[in-house]
């Protein structure tokens, strides 16, 4: 039995903002101000034993000029800077290898998003999910690597999610012909669930402004000089 020692990363950060959020002819806005502000993170890892890990996260961010896409009375959408802007939230991951070839991994991440515009009270977003599951199943040797995962939100709030909740699938193999060429397939979303994982729904309320891509797979050969 054994613990890692505490890790703490503290980022001031200035962004620069993207041409979508610019110049998109949909509700790009070109008097944008960059993101500036302050990021922390404090971890902490355990073993429970030679096969097991778990390691547990805080994070928060406060942020001026947050750029947030939202919609207007009339119904479109633009970019625009928040005046402040706090997240927070935790991150609880376990690992365990089941064998010498397969190892699973599970995680829980929480968080919060708050906005405030001049002098009113930090407001929630509704537009960010506060609970987000992550669940991988692995297998790896010599030549293959393979994996299953599981991804779900819950939480969402229904005056921007058609559902509140979400689960979907995806994978991944990858071959290692040599040492050069690698072969590799990826699936994503597996069963074709209709979710977002932003907020934004349609005039009629039924589905989502900003869908998350349906069933999709990509397969490709990489190689190394």
Do not use: C
Not at 97 to 111: H, I, N, P, R
Not at 203 to 218: C, E, K, L
């Amino acid at each position: 039995f054994w613990m890692s020692a505490n890790d703490l990363f503290h980022i001031k950060s200035k962004s620069v903002t993207t041409t979508d959020d610019l110049f998109n002819s949909f509700g790009g806005n070109p008097n944008l101000n960059p993101e500036t502000g302050d990021a922390w993170t404090i971890g902490y890892g355990i073993a429970i034993d030679e096969k097991t890990n778990v390691n547990i996260s805080y994070f928060q961010s406060d942020l001026e000029d947050a750029i947030r896409w939202a919609e207007l009375p009339s119904g479109d959408w633009k970019a625009s800077n928040v005046d402040e802007q706090k997240k927070r939230g935790m991150e609880l991951s376990v690992s365990h290898e089941l064998s010498d070839k397969f190892d699973v991994e599970a995680s829980y991440t929480y968080v919060r998003v708050e906005n405030k515009y001049g002098n009113s009270e930090f407001v929630r977003d509704s537009n960010a999910i506060p609970n987000i599951y992550r669940l991988g199943l692995r297998y790896h040797d010599v030549k293959w690597n393979a994996g299953l995962f599981l991804r779900a939100g819950s939480g969402a709030d229904a005056s921007k999610y058609v559902d509140s909740s979400y689960v979907t699938v995806d994978m991944s193999v990858n071959y290692k012909a040599n040492d050069a060429v690698t072969i590799f397939a990826k699936g994503y979303n597996l069963f074709n669930e209709a979710y977002a994982e932003h907020g934004g729904k349609t005039y009629d309320g039924n589905s989502y402004s900003y869908p998350a891509q349906a069933r999709r797979f990509i397969a490709g050969v990489e190689y190394s000089f």
